[in-house]
């Protein structure tokens, strides 16, 4: 956290003068394309396009890759264990307790019947988001999952899931028809159908919007309260600033952690509820 605030503090000396603090902010937290190692200077990514496409790499995309990378890397590894033996042993235990949780406490009792079908996919959410929320956390790195198009990205694949689920465990007609509660009034249908119509997209809407909102907010405050010692211009302020800056971010490692569970956990009560329609 040293480290960050060092950043912070230095780049905020060289910007003062030509940036106000709000532009300051958002160029710290959203995407670029380049990597920041400030003081030290930045890393400018490749520039590449596709049939008139930008395709060009970004800081969220190699963090991206990086957490794609660890996280095979760490489950090849935890499969490995269970060859050599079925009692888990070493950092094998330690990811065995999210694995178990996310069974168990996430997908059995949301799901029910069948869950075991949408585990794969719930981990690999899961996991995903974990390991993005905490890499985010480390200085000179960005978290990516505080960029809307990769939480709309997560949000589509529990879309597809959701339905995909629905319509094979009741039918593609039975699915849609077992959207309308019974015994709704025949005048009602219309407006039953736009509303269901429009809840099966404001759900992973929902999604999408609540995981990039947590995890951008945090990260806000925290550069916010640094800058204010150079927004008041006084070091005075600076035990008191960076105090709270250091509160906050004791407070986005436990905001990473609910955010990957939260994301998981209503992904699989969609599917719940789509699987296991109420007749």
Do not use: C
């Amino acid at each position: 956290m040293d480290s960050l605030a060092t950043r912070i503090a230095t780049d905020s000396l060289k910007n003062s003068h030509s940036e106000s603090g709000g532009s300051w902010i958002l160029h710290h937290v959203m995407d670029g394309n380049y990597l920041d190692f400030s003081p030290l200077g930045k890393v400018y990514l490749p520039h590449l396009e596709l049939f008139g496409f930008d395709i060009s790499i970004t800081r969220h995309v190699v963090f991206m890759w990086l957490a794609a990378i660890l996280l095979t890397y760490v489950f090849i590894k935890v499969a490995k264990s269970y060859q050599n033996s079925l009692v888990p042993k070493g950092t094998t235990n330690f990811w065995e307790v999210f694995i178990v949780f996310v069974r168990d406490e996430i997908a059995k009792p949301t799901i029910g019947k069948g869950y075991e079908k949408f585990l794969p996919y719930l981990l690999t959410a899961f996991f995903f988001i974990l390991f993005g929320n905490f890499l985010g956390l480390i200085p000179f790195s960005a978290t990516f999952t505080s960029n809307i198009a990769v939480t709309a990205t997560l949000a589509t694949m529990s879309f597809l899931a959701i339905q995909l689920g629905g319509i094979k465990n009741n039918g593609f007609i039975g699915y849609f028809k077992g959207l309308i509660p019974h015994g709704v009034p025949v005048f009602l249908l219309p407006i039953m159908i736009v509303v269901e119509v429009l809840g099966l997209f404001t759900k992973p809407f929902a999604l999408a919007i609540r995981l990039f909102a947590n995890m951008t907010a945090g990260h806000i405050v925290i550069y916010a309260l640094i800058s204010l010692i150079f927004v008041m211009q006084s070091y005075l302020i600076s035990p008191v600033s960076v105090g709270m800056a250091l509160f906050i971010y004791s407070l986005e490692v436990l905001v990473a952690l609910l955010q990957a569970y939260i994301f998981t956990m209503l992904s699989s009560l969609f599917i719940g509820m789509a699987v296991h329609q109420e007749h």
